[in-house]
C-alpha cells in the first residue's frame, strides 16, 4: 500500500520569536500560581499583572513601548487583592476588564497615547461574587456583555454599561475551571472541579448536556470550536497522562475522538483559530507550543501540524488578535509569552512560509472584527447573530478601520437540533439613501399620497452576482399644512405672513439585499467590484445632508409656530377692540 501525505497549507507553520530587543523586559512578573490570563493583548495595548504587595495591580504597555521597561512605570492600582485574570474588550481596544481575589470585577478605560500616573479609579465595579472571581470572558457579539466565573460555584453575565446581572447560574457544586463562549455567543461551556462539562443556554440558565470529562483530577481546559458544534478540551487521564479529547456539544456522553500528549504535570491551555482551523496547545511550565488541525468530515478530527520549541518555561500567553497580525509576513498567529524564570515578555510568530508577496487569501479568510454585531438589550431580547466578518487585505496603518464585508443574523435556534432549524432571518441591508430636493410653490402642491415602488427583477445587468436584487424607489411627498383661517383674518398683512415654501423631498434607495452562504462569505468583496468602504463615506455624506435639510425643516417649523403666536395675539386684540 503505498505512504499517503495529509495535504494541508499549514503543514509547514514555524514559530519564530521576536528580537532580543524587540522583548519587554524588566517587568515583575506576578508570581501567583492562579492559571488565569495574566497577558492580554490588542492591536494598541500589552496588559500583564505584575507583583506587588497590599493589593492587585497590573501594567498597561504600548506596543510601541518595547525593550526595558521602567521600574515606576504608571500601573493601574485599583483592586484590594492579587489580579487573577485580564480581558480586553473586543469591541473597544482602550477598555480592559480584570477580576481578583477581592470578589470584583472591574472595568478599565486607557487612554490612546497610554498610561501617564497610576490608575486607581476605575470605569465600572462590578459586586456580586461572595469569593474570589476566577475567570472573565466577553461576548463574542454583543457589546457591553461579560461573563465572569467565581470560587463560590457561580457564574454571572453581566452589563457593563448598566452595571448589573443579567443572568445568574447555580448549577456548579464545586470550584469552576475554564469557561468558553461558542462563536454567536447563545452557548456558553464550562468545565469543573467535579470533572464534568457542562454546556449552558446563556438566556435561560438551562443546561442542554452534561457529562464526565477527564478522569484525572488535575485542571480541565476547554474551549468551542467556533461555529461546528464541537468542544476541545484537554485535562488529565487515569494515569495523569495529558490528554486532549473533541466533543460533539449536543452529545457529551462519549468523545468523538482521544489523544494523548504526554506525562509531564503542567496543564494544558488550548488556544483555537476558526479562520484557519487550527488549535495551539500550551502547557504551564513547558517550553513548546503544540499546533493541531482541525477537521469534521472524519476521524480522527485532529491532525498533529507541528511544534514550537523553546528552552524557557512559560507563565502564561496572551494571544493577538487577527486584525494585529502583519499579514506581510504570511503570519496567522502571535503569542506573547510570560517566561517563568525571567522577567521578560517574548513575542512569539507563527509565520506560513510562502516566497509570494501579495496577500494570501487561502490563509486570510475574512475574521471576526471589531464591531459588534448586536447590542446588550437585542441579545437580552432574543437574537442571535454571527460576528461581523471584515477584510484583512485592506486594512492599512493610517486608517487602521478594516473593511466589512458580511453581516448575517440567525435566530436563536440555530444551535442544536432540538432547539429548532437553521433559519435565517432577512439581512440586514447595505442601503444608499440619496435625497433629491424638489422646490415648489404651496399653490402647485398635491396632496399626494404615500406611494411605494418596488421591483423584484433581476439587476443582473448592474452586478454579475444572481442574488442580488434591488428594491428601485421610495418615493414619498412632504404634507402640505395651511392656515386657512390666519389667511382669511390677515390676507392682506404682508409683513407678517411670508410665502410658504414647501420641499417636497425624493427620496431614492437602492438596497442589495445579498443572500450570503458560506462560500460567498470567504469571497473578497472587490470580486463583486463593490468598494463598501467608499459606499460607506457616501452613506455618512447624505446622512450629514439629510441632518441638514431636517434642521432647516424644523428652523421653518419654530418660525411658523411664532407668526402662529402673533396672529393668534393680533386676532384677539380685534376681537376685544370689537367687543367694546
Not at 107 to 117: Q, R
Not at 215 to 243: A, Y
Not at 377 to 397: A, H
Not at 528 to 545: A, M, N, P, S, V
Request: glycine share 6%; proline share 6%.
Amino acid at each position: 500500500m503505498p505512504f499517503k501525505v495529509r495535504i494541508s497549507k499549514f503543514r509547514h507553520v514555524y514559530g519564530t520569536p521576536c528580537r532580543e530587543q524587540d522583548c519587554y523586559k524588566n517587568i515583575c512578573i506576578t508570581r501567583n500560581a492562579h492559571d488565569g490570563c495574566f497577558c492580554a493583548v490588542n492591536s494598541k495595548f500589552l496588559a500583564i499583572v505584575t507583583e506587588t504587595s497590599g493589593g492587585g495591580s497590573f501594567l498597561v504597555l504600548l506596543l510601541s513601548e518595547v525593550g526595558r521597561v521602567d521600574v515606576d512605570h504608571p500601573r493601574i492600582t485599583g483592586h484590594r487583592g492579587p489580579v487573577v485574570d485580564l480581558k480586553f474588550n473586543p469591541f473597544n481596544d482602550n477598555e480592559i476588564a480584570s477580576c481578583s481575589d477581592d470578589g470584583t470585577v472591574k472595568i478599565w478605560s486607557i487612554p490612546n497615547d497610554g498610561l501617564k500616573t497610576d490608575t486607581y479609579q476605575w470605569k465600572v465595579d462590578l459586586h456580586g461574587h461572595q469569593r474570589r472571581v476566577d475567570y472573565i470572558e466577553w461576548h463574542p457579539t454583543a457589546e457591553n456583555l461579560i461573563l465572569s466565573t467565581g470560587s463560590d460555584y457561580q457564574v454571572i453575565l453581566w452589563n457593563v454599561e448598566r452595571a448589573e446581572p443579567i443572568q445568574i447560574y447555580r448549577c456548579h457544586p464545586d470550584s469552576i475551571q475554564s469557561v468558553t463562549w461558542n462563536r454567536n455567543g447563545s452557548l456558553f461551556a464550562t468545565t469543573c472541579k467535579d470533572k464534568h462539562i457542562r454546556v449552558i443556554e446563556a438566556r435561560t440558565g438551562r443546561v442542554i448536556a452534561n457529562s464526565i470529562g477527564h478522569q484525572g483530577p488535575k485542571t480541565s481546559k476547554l474551549v468551542f470550536l467556533g461555529d461546528t458544534n464541537r468542544l476541545l478540551s484537554t485535562g488529565f487521564g487515569k494515569q495523569f497522562e495529558r490528554q486532549v479529547a473533541i466533543w460533539n456539544a449536543n452529545d457529551l456522553s462519549q468523545p468523538l475522538t482521544v489523544e494523548t500528549i504526554d506525562f509531564s504535570a503542567g496543564v494544558l491551555v488550548p488556544f483555537y483559530d476558526h479562520d484557519t482551523r487550527t488549535v495551539y496547545l500550551a502547557g504551564k511550565g513547558d517550553g513548546n507550543i503544540r499546533y493541531y488541525e482541525i477537521t469534521d468530515q472524519c476521524e480522527p478530527y485532529l491532525h498533529y501540524l507541528s511544534e514550537y520549541k523553546s528552552t524557557s518555561p512559560q507563565r502564561c500567553l496572551g494571544v493577538m488578535p487577527k486584525m494585529g497580525l502583519d499579514v506581510t509576513r504570511n503570519e496567522i498567529m502571535r503569542f506573547y509569552k510570560l517566561t517563568s524564570t525571567g522577567l521578560t515578555c517574548e513575542p512569539i510568530s507563527m509565520i506560513v512560509p510562502r516566497r509570494a508577496e501579495v496577500f494570501q487569501y487561502d490563509i486570510y479568510p475574512d475574521t471576526a472584527g471589531p464591531y459588534p454585531a448586536l447590542s446588550a438589550d437585542e441579545w437580552i431580547s432574543g437574537i442571535d447573530r454571527d460576528p461581523i466578518l471584515v477584510s484583512m487585505k485592506d486594512r492599512t496603518e493610517d486608517t487602521n478601520i478594516p473593511q466589512i464585508t458580511t453581516y448575517r443574523t440567525l435566530d436563536s435556534t440555530s444551535s442544536f437540533p432540538h432547539r429548532g432549524t437553521l433559519q435565517r432571518i432577512t439581512p440586514l441591508p447595505i442601503a444608499e439613501v440619496a435625497p433629491i430636493p424638489k422646490v415648489n410653490i404651496i399653490n402647485d402642491l398635491s396632496n399626494s399620497p404615500l406611494t411605494l415602488e418596488k421591483t423584484n427583477n433581476d439587476v443582473q445587468q448592474h452586478t454579475p452576482h444572481p442574488t442580488l436584487r434591488k428594491i428601485d424607489s421610495l418615493q414619498l411627498s412632504a404634507t402640505n399644512t395651511e392656515f386657512d383661517f390666519i389667511r382669511e383674518k390677515f390676507q392682506n398683512q404682508t409683513d407678517f405672513v411670508q410665502p410658504f415654501i414647501k420641499h417636497n423631498f425624493e427620496i431614492k434607495k437602492k438596497v442589495w439585499n445579498v443572500d450570503i452562504n458560506d462560500t460567498y462569505s470567504s469571497i473578497p468583496p472587490d470580486i463583486y467590484g463593490i468598494d463598501y468602504r467608499h459606499e460607506y463615506l457616501k452613506q455618512q455624506d447624505e446622512i450629514q445632508t439629510l441632518r441638514e435639510l431636517i434642521f432647516v425643516k424644523d428652523s421653518r417649523i419654530r418660525l411658523l409656530e411664532d407668526e402662529l403666536c402673533l396672529f393668534k395675539i393680533r386676532v384677539e386684540n380685534q376681537e376685544k377692540i370689537l367687543s367694546r
